[in-house]
């Protein structure tokens, strides 16, 4: 069982999901965000961005409730660059401390969606909001403008692109640009547009290319996410 509802700050979703014992696992894909979790087993937790589909449950029942925060968005509430986190799953107290953590991990037992979206509204505000430069970031890679003239279009050198871009999303803009390429090709084909069609409007060589692309991002080809 799987839901979710925007809540707290433009972009971010609150999602949640219960798992039982010996469901398959869920291939969670990579989508540029960071998310703040908590988990019925694992209490509070952090999900970096992912370079590579994610395998999540497989294991004893759970219940998870998560805050998906939008690329870019992640360094701002977390208070770490987004590399740090990339590929990991890290406890809440590693970056914010045993004794803060703990009364937070209290509260959130009780009502865990109101208690993620009130800290990091509250942590986004005192950090001065977002770094807007993310934001152009995303809208120029996701339009499938190139790296150089995302940089361009920044005010960045190439070089200092992706230093920002390592910060706030954990990887380099060429990385960022396949994956949000990869999610909007998945739109499309959800929504009943053929795999082919998909590929020359989003600016892949041919099907093939497609299919390559989100196998290497996915772990399997379109057709199987598409079930």
Not at 77 to 98: C, H, K, N, Q, T
Not at 116 to 127: D, I, K, S, Y
Not at 154 to 171: K, S, V
């Amino acid at each position: 069982m799987y839901r979710e509802r925007p809540a707290g700050f433009a972009g971010a979703v609150l999602w949640t999901s219960a798992t039982t014992a010996g469901a398959a696992p869920t291939r969670v894909l990579p989508d540029g965000c960071l998310d703040l979790l908590w988990s019925s087993r694992c209490g509070l937790t952090v999900a970096g961005p992912d370079r590579t589909a994610h395998l999540s449950g497989g294991g004893p029942p759970e219940r998870w409730v998560g805050l998906r925060l939008p690329p870019g968005i992640g360094p701002a509430v977390l208070g770490v660059p987004a590399v740090e986190l990339r590929d990991r799953r890290v406890p809440l107290a590693e970056l914010w401390g045993d004794r803060d953590v703990a009364r937070l991990a209290e509260r959130a037992e009780a009502a865990p969606a109101d208690v993620l979206t009130e800290v990091a509204v509250r942590r986004l505000r005192a950090a001065g909001g977002p770094d807007p430069i993310g934001a152009r970031v995303v809208a120029a890679l996701a339009a499938g403008a190139s790296v150089t003239a995302t940089a361009a279009g920044t005010g960045l050198d190439p070089r200092a692109l992706h230093r920002r871009c390592q910060h706030l999303f954990g990887y380099g803009p060429k990385t960022l640009a396949r994956i949000l390429r990869m999610g909007r090709a998945l739109a499309l084909a959800r929504a009943g547009t053929p795999l082919a069609e998909v590929a020359a409007r989003c600016g892949y060589a041919d099907q093939a290319h497609l299919t390559r692309d989100v196998r290497d991002l996915a772990g399997v080809p379109p057709t199987a996410l598409l079930r």
